[in-house]
Protein backbone atom coordinates (compact mmCIF):
# COMPACT_ATOMS: atom_id res chain seq x y z
CA UNK A 1 0.00 0.00 0.00
CA UNK A 2 1.27 3.53 -1.19
CA UNK A 3 1.78 5.77 2.21
CA UNK A 4 2.11 9.43 1.87
CA UNK A 5 5.29 11.34 3.60
CA UNK A 6 3.90 12.20 6.64
CA UNK A 7 7.25 13.07 8.27
CA UNK A 8 9.05 14.66 5.70
CA UNK A 9 9.71 18.62 4.79
CA UNK A 10 7.68 21.50 5.59
CA UNK A 11 4.61 19.28 6.03
CA UNK A 12 6.43 16.80 8.58
CA UNK A 13 7.39 19.97 10.49
CA UNK A 14 4.32 22.04 10.92
CA UNK A 15 3.21 18.19 11.80
CA UNK A 16 5.69 18.21 14.32
CA UNK A 17 5.48 22.00 15.79
CA UNK A 18 1.88 20.81 16.54
CA UNK A 19 3.15 19.10 19.45
CA UNK A 20 0.31 17.22 21.56
CA UNK A 21 -2.43 18.74 19.89
CA UNK A 22 -1.20 16.46 16.78
CA UNK A 23 -1.50 13.63 18.74
CA UNK A 24 -4.94 14.37 20.38
CA UNK A 25 -6.61 14.69 17.19
CA UNK A 26 -5.51 11.38 15.24
CA UNK A 27 -5.74 9.41 18.71
CA UNK A 28 -8.94 11.08 19.68
CA UNK A 29 -11.23 9.05 21.85
CA UNK A 30 -13.77 9.59 18.90
CA UNK A 31 -11.43 7.69 16.46
CA UNK A 32 -10.36 5.57 19.26
CA UNK A 33 -14.00 4.27 19.68
CA UNK A 34 -14.71 4.16 15.92
CA UNK A 35 -12.06 1.69 15.45
CA UNK A 36 -13.18 -0.84 17.89
CA UNK A 37 -16.87 -0.57 17.16
CA UNK A 38 -17.90 0.68 20.26
CA UNK A 39 -18.60 4.64 19.08
CA UNK A 40 -22.37 5.55 19.74
CA UNK A 41 -24.37 5.64 16.39
CA UNK A 42 -26.05 9.11 17.92
CA UNK A 43 -22.49 10.44 17.68
CA UNK A 44 -20.96 8.87 14.32
CA UNK A 45 -24.76 10.48 12.71
CA UNK A 46 -23.86 13.44 14.33
CA UNK A 47 -20.46 13.79 13.11
CA UNK A 48 -21.55 12.72 9.30
CA UNK A 49 -24.11 15.56 9.20
CA UNK A 50 -21.84 17.98 10.46
CA UNK A 51 -19.24 16.38 7.64
CA UNK A 52 -21.08 17.02 4.87
CA UNK A 53 -21.77 20.80 5.71
CA UNK A 54 -18.12 21.24 6.37
CA UNK A 55 -17.09 19.47 2.68
CA UNK A 56 -18.85 22.84 1.20
CA UNK A 57 -16.87 25.04 3.08
CA UNK A 58 -13.91 23.01 2.79
CA UNK A 59 -14.73 23.02 -1.75
CA UNK A 60 -15.31 26.59 -1.35
CA UNK A 61 -11.20 27.27 0.33
CA UNK A 62 -10.21 25.14 -2.37
CA UNK A 63 -11.70 27.20 -4.58
CA UNK A 64 -10.01 29.92 -3.13
CA UNK A 65 -6.80 28.45 -3.14
CA UNK A 66 -6.96 28.38 -7.36
CA UNK A 67 -7.00 31.93 -7.47
CA UNK A 68 -4.42 32.46 -5.05
CA UNK A 69 -1.87 29.95 -7.01
CA UNK A 70 0.45 31.26 -9.79
CA UNK A 71 1.39 28.28 -12.01
CA UNK A 72 -0.45 26.12 -13.95
CA UNK A 73 0.51 22.96 -12.51
CA UNK A 74 -0.14 24.29 -9.04
CA UNK A 75 -3.63 25.25 -9.70
CA UNK A 76 -4.24 21.48 -12.07
CA UNK A 77 -3.34 20.67 -8.42
CA UNK A 78 -5.46 22.10 -6.72
CA UNK A 79 -8.60 22.05 -8.53
CA UNK A 80 -7.95 18.34 -8.63
CA UNK A 81 -8.77 18.42 -4.85
CA UNK A 82 -11.29 21.14 -5.08
CA UNK A 83 -13.16 18.41 -8.16
CA UNK A 84 -12.46 15.52 -5.27
CA UNK A 85 -14.61 17.39 -2.78
CA UNK A 86 -17.35 18.18 -4.73
CA UNK A 87 -17.39 14.56 -6.19
CA UNK A 88 -17.39 13.02 -2.56
CA UNK A 89 -20.61 15.49 -1.84
CA UNK A 90 -22.82 12.73 -3.40
CA UNK A 91 -21.05 9.60 -2.29
CA UNK A 92 -21.03 11.10 1.19
CA UNK A 93 -24.95 11.40 0.65
CA UNK A 94 -25.25 7.64 -0.44
CA UNK A 95 -23.35 6.65 2.61
CA UNK A 96 -25.84 8.67 4.95
CA UNK A 97 -28.30 7.12 3.79
CA UNK A 98 -27.21 3.58 5.12
CA UNK A 99 -27.27 5.12 8.48
CA UNK A 100 -30.86 6.43 7.69
CA UNK A 101 -29.90 10.38 6.66
CA UNK A 102 -31.41 11.75 3.63
CA UNK A 103 -29.98 14.58 2.13
CA UNK A 104 -32.69 16.59 3.32
CA UNK A 105 -32.35 16.35 6.87
CA UNK A 106 -28.39 16.38 6.40
CA UNK A 107 -28.84 20.25 4.67
CA UNK A 108 -31.43 20.97 6.72
CA UNK A 109 -29.13 21.21 10.10
CA UNK A 110 -27.60 23.80 11.49
CA UNK A 111 -24.09 24.32 11.36
CA UNK A 112 -22.54 23.09 14.83
CA UNK A 113 -20.22 25.81 16.00
CA UNK A 114 -17.39 23.76 15.98
CA UNK A 115 -18.33 23.55 12.12
CA UNK A 116 -18.69 27.33 11.76
CA UNK A 117 -15.66 27.76 13.93
CA UNK A 118 -13.20 25.48 12.09
CA UNK A 119 -14.87 26.36 8.18
CA UNK A 120 -14.62 30.01 8.59
CA UNK A 121 -10.96 30.23 10.18
CA UNK A 122 -9.70 28.33 7.42
CA UNK A 123 -11.34 30.64 4.95
CA UNK A 124 -10.45 33.40 6.90
CA UNK A 125 -6.42 32.77 6.64
CA UNK A 126 -7.63 32.18 3.13
CA UNK A 127 -8.86 35.35 2.42
CA UNK A 128 -6.44 37.32 4.68
CA UNK A 129 -3.27 35.32 3.80
CA UNK A 130 -1.42 33.67 0.79
CA UNK A 131 -1.48 30.50 -0.95
CA UNK A 132 1.00 29.27 1.66
CA UNK A 133 -1.13 30.73 4.73
CA UNK A 134 -3.96 28.75 3.49
CA UNK A 135 -2.55 25.58 2.88
CA UNK A 136 -1.05 25.40 6.19
CA UNK A 137 -4.80 25.72 7.09
CA UNK A 138 -6.06 22.77 4.83
CA UNK A 139 -3.37 20.57 5.57
CA UNK A 140 -4.34 19.01 8.80
CA UNK A 141 -7.86 17.47 7.53
CA UNK A 142 -6.04 16.78 3.95
CA UNK A 143 -3.08 14.42 5.18
CA UNK A 144 -4.85 14.45 8.89
CA UNK A 145 -7.84 12.09 7.61
CA UNK A 146 -4.96 9.94 5.64
CA UNK A 147 -2.70 9.22 8.96
CA UNK A 148 -5.57 8.52 10.98
CA UNK A 149 -7.11 6.10 8.13
CA UNK A 150 -3.85 4.52 7.80
CA UNK A 151 -3.50 4.57 11.60
CA UNK A 152 -6.54 2.18 11.69
CA UNK A 153 -5.72 0.19 8.69
CA UNK A 154 -2.56 -1.33 10.53
CA UNK A 155 -3.44 -1.18 14.03
CA UNK A 156 -3.94 -4.67 15.48
CA UNK A 157 -6.23 -3.19 18.10
CA UNK A 158 -8.63 -2.51 15.53
CA UNK A 159 -11.81 -4.55 14.93
CA UNK A 160 -13.13 -4.59 11.30
CA UNK A 161 -15.38 -7.80 11.49
CA UNK A 162 -18.93 -7.03 12.88
CA UNK A 163 -18.20 -3.74 13.15
CA UNK A 164 -20.27 -0.50 11.71
CA UNK A 165 -17.58 1.75 10.62
CA UNK A 166 -15.14 -1.00 9.15
CA UNK A 167 -16.62 0.66 5.59
CA UNK A 168 -15.57 4.10 6.79
CA UNK A 169 -11.96 2.89 8.21
CA UNK A 170 -11.40 0.89 4.66
CA UNK A 171 -11.97 3.92 2.17
CA UNK A 172 -8.64 5.22 3.59
CA UNK A 173 -6.48 2.60 2.14
CA UNK A 174 -7.31 4.09 -1.54
CA UNK A 175 -4.65 4.24 -3.81
CA UNK A 176 -6.41 7.53 -5.87
CA UNK A 177 -6.84 9.37 -2.59
CA UNK A 178 -3.71 8.59 -0.66
CA UNK A 179 -1.76 9.50 -3.99
CA UNK A 180 -3.88 12.70 -3.85
CA UNK A 181 -3.26 13.62 -0.23
CA UNK A 182 0.89 13.09 -1.15
CA UNK A 183 -0.27 15.44 -4.43
CA UNK A 184 -0.94 17.72 -1.85
CA UNK A 185 1.70 17.45 0.59
CA UNK A 186 4.08 18.35 -2.54
CA UNK A 187 1.96 21.42 -3.22
CA UNK A 188 2.44 22.61 0.35
CA UNK A 189 6.18 22.14 -0.54
CA UNK A 190 6.24 23.54 -3.42
CA UNK A 191 4.69 26.74 -2.10
CA UNK A 192 7.07 26.88 0.35
CA UNK A 193 10.07 27.33 -1.15
CA UNK A 194 8.52 29.67 -3.55
CA UNK A 195 7.05 31.65 -0.62
CA UNK A 196 9.81 31.61 2.20
CA UNK A 197 8.46 29.20 4.30
CA UNK A 198 11.86 29.07 6.14
CA UNK A 199 11.68 32.62 7.54
CA UNK A 200 7.53 32.06 7.76
CA UNK A 201 7.67 29.06 10.29
CA UNK A 202 6.47 30.37 13.01
CA UNK A 203 3.13 31.38 11.61
CA UNK A 204 2.93 28.84 9.47
CA UNK A 205 2.67 26.50 12.37
CA UNK A 206 0.42 28.57 14.47
CA UNK A 207 -2.61 28.36 11.50
CA UNK A 208 -1.48 24.50 11.16
CA UNK A 209 -2.07 23.75 15.43
CA UNK A 210 -4.94 26.08 15.26
CA UNK A 211 -6.60 23.90 12.42
CA UNK A 212 -5.46 20.86 14.32
CA UNK A 213 -7.03 22.00 17.11
CA UNK A 214 -10.03 22.59 15.73
CA UNK A 215 -10.32 18.87 14.02
CA UNK A 216 -10.26 17.91 17.69
CA UNK A 217 -12.74 20.21 18.93
CA UNK A 218 -14.92 18.28 15.66
CA UNK A 219 -14.48 14.83 16.58
CA UNK A 220 -15.38 16.10 20.09
CA UNK A 221 -18.89 17.97 18.85
CA UNK A 222 -19.52 14.60 17.12
CA UNK A 223 -18.72 12.59 20.43
CA UNK A 224 -20.98 15.28 22.73
CA UNK A 225 -24.30 13.90 20.86
CA UNK A 226 -23.73 10.78 22.66
Avoid at 63 to 71: D, F, G
Avoid at 90 to 115: K, M
Amino acid sequence: MFTPLFEKGLYGRLRQQAGSHWQDYVAHPFIQQLAVGTLPEAAFRRYLTQDYLFLIHFARAYALLVSKLRTLPEMRTATASLNAIVAELPLHVAYCSRWGLSEEQIVAQQEAPETINYTRYVLDIGHSGDALDLLAALMPCVAGYAEIGLNLLHSPATVMEGNPYASWIRNYGDEGYLAGVQASINLLETVGHQRGAESRLPELAEIFTTATRLESAFWQMGLNAS
